[in-house]
């Protein structure tokens, strides 16, 4: 018998947890891709230019790891970004054998754009919910990643969210009801 809330006698796709993330996944990158398609772009590109705006890749390598994607899928999406003027491809002067990667001035505009249009998408989708509700909800989240990540052991997961105007995942997040 399985220890935990579901069982298997009883589990169904539409009372399922697992469903009701896929779910709200897909709502939300269908809003997102709504928002982003004036700047060419779709979610999954967007992490692309946010990662390479940031520094916190500078690789194919760098943002396969960061974004889980395989070389393949990572240098398709790639190729579409450089096709549309949004980034350059570039060999490494220490290592010709590694391919750098940086934004176009057109790719640098649409990456100044992203932080007010995420804003915008996530107030939307958070439409009638308080700030102690997103607190809890990135809460609980955050503890259901974990338990994948370590098993729920406490180490090496997603910081929680908690009390008024604390940060998560680097974003504030304010608990007063609006």
Do not use: W
């Not at 760098?62 to 579409?80: I, Q, V």
């Not at 607190?135 to 997603?158: E, K, P, Q, W």
Request: glycine share 12%; aromatic share 4%; hydrophobic share 35%.
């Amino acid at each position: 018998m399985t220890d935990g809330p579901y069982q298997p006698e009883s589990i169904h796709l539409e009372s399922s947890l697992g469903y009701y993330l896929t779910k709200a996944r897909n709502v939300l990158v269908e809003r997102t891709d709504r928002a982003v398609a004036h700047l060419g772009l779709t979610t999954q590109q967007i992490g692309v230019i946010l990662l390479l705006s940031c520094g916190r890749a500078t690789t194919p390598f760098e943002l396969s790891r960061a974004m889980s994607y395989d070389s393949g899928s990572m240098t398709r999406m790639l190729d579409r970004l450089e096709k549309k003027g949004l980034i350059a491809r570039s060999r490494s002067d220490k290592d010709r054998r590694v391919v750098k990667l940086g934004l176009t001035p057109q790719g640098e505009h649409a990456a100044s754009q992203l932080p007010s249009i995420g804003a915008d998408v996530l107030n939307e989708q958070l439409r009638g919910f308080s700030g102690a509700d997103l607190a809890t909800l990135i809460d609980l989240l955050s503890r259901f990643i974990a338990n994948g990540i370590d098993g729920g052991n406490g180490a090496g997961g997603c910081g929680t969210a908690a009390a008024s105007g604390d940060e998560v995942n680097g974003s504030s997040v304010t608990t007063d009801d609006h």
